[in-house]
Each structure stands twice: as structure tokens, then as C-alpha cells.
């Protein structure tokens, strides 16, 4: 098996593909490498990374079940997943959420 993952990150209109050693926490992969999981107020103030804030919201496809008691409220009622709580064991894509207060997800318009 790789020790490495592929992640597509998708923010806005780029999309990246960084390899990601298996086993990392998404939220951490992404914040050394200069990804935006935060919003304008959370990235000073955030629980960093124990699952508790549920700031660093991120949606995923071919997402991991969750372990987290937080991550299974957020997969049970529809919601973002916390970046905090997923770790890489296969490859996914991850799109980033613009956030504005706090980690309140901004809905994207259609243009």
C-alpha cells in the first residue's frame, strides 16, 4: 500500500491534487499546506482540531464513515463534514466552504 493518498482540494475555481501521507487528519494536511478551513473569525479562535467548534467544515466525496461524535451528527442531519475528524486512508475530493461568521457556511450563488 502508498504512504501517500491523492486529495483533490477544490477552493473556488482551482482545484489542486496534493498526496497526503495516509493516516494524517485532513484538517491538518490542509492547513500546512496554506488551504483555507477556517473562516475570517475562526481561524484565530477554533478548538484546534478536538471536533468541538465545527469550524473547519469541508465537503467530501467518497468520505470516510465517521468516528466522531460530531462528524456523525453532521453525516446524520446533512451537513458539512469537520475536517478535524476525517483521516485520509483513500482517496477523496474535498471542496472548501467560503465562511463568514464563525463557521457559518455561506451558500455559493449562481452566476
Known sequence: MSETVPVTVSDGDSETTIEIERGRTLRDA?????????????????????????????????????THWHDKAAVRFGY???SCCLTVKEPMRVRLLDKHVWGQVVP???E
Open 30 to 66: 490542509l492547513l500546512e499546506r496554506d488551504f483555507p478551513v477556517y473562516g475570517t473569525v475562526s481561524r484565530y479562535a477554533n478548538c484546534g482540531g478536538r471536533g468541538l467548534c465545527a469550524t473547519c467544515t469541508v465537503e467530501v466525496d467518497s468520505a470516510p464513515e465517521p
Open 80 to 82: 458539512p463534514r469537520l
Open 108 to 110: 455559493r450563488r449562481s
